[in-house]
């Protein structure tokens, strides 16, 4: 029987604990340098998704603004055509510009300006005028926006 006596061999022990050693370390700085890498990677979409939702708002807002600006104008202007002294109530009900006034106004000016825009129904006691204001703040908004 042959009997084989195995002695520890300081050399191979070492080895392979200084390749173990630079083995960890090379992975410990794989993964700082990676770690700093995906840090500032991840960081600016962040921001660029807030600055873009900024954005965004802002110009919602200001087409909110000149929609409004341009409600506003035809309604001063429809007062100014009819006369303020003949009109008893004005109101803005969804996309309709509905004006009530005087049964004996003349209704020409409003007729030249708005055209087929302007629905009439003339009772005894008042007129009825409805104005649309999608079309005109399609139109006039596209015209400002050039």
């Known amino acids: 029987m042959i009997v084989v006596v195995k002695r520890t061999d300081y ?4 080895i392979k604990a200084i ?6 370390a090379l992975f410990a700085i794989y993964y ?18 807030q600055n873009q939702n900024q954005e965004l708002l802002n110009k919602q807002e200001q087409k909110a603004r000149a929609i ?47 055209g087929v825009l302007a629905l009439v129904q003339n009772t005894k006691n008042d007129v009825k005028i409805a104005v649309d204001l999608a079309s005109i703040v399609q139109s006039r908004y596209i015209e400002d926006e050039k």
């Open 68 to 114: 409004e600006t341009i409600i506003y104008d035809e309604a001063v202007v429809a007062t100014s055509l009819l006369g303020e002294q003949n009109i008893k109530d004005i109101k803005i009900h969804n996309d309709r510009l509905l004006i009530i006034a005087n049964p004996k106004i003349d209704l020409e000016p409003i007729m030249i300006r708005y």
């Open 11 to 14: 050399k191979k022990l070492i």
């Open 19 to 24: 390749s173990l050693a630079g083995l960890l």
């Open 32 to 49: 700082f340098y990676m770690g700093d890498f995906y840090k500032d990677f991840g960081s600016p979409p962040k921001e660029e998704v």
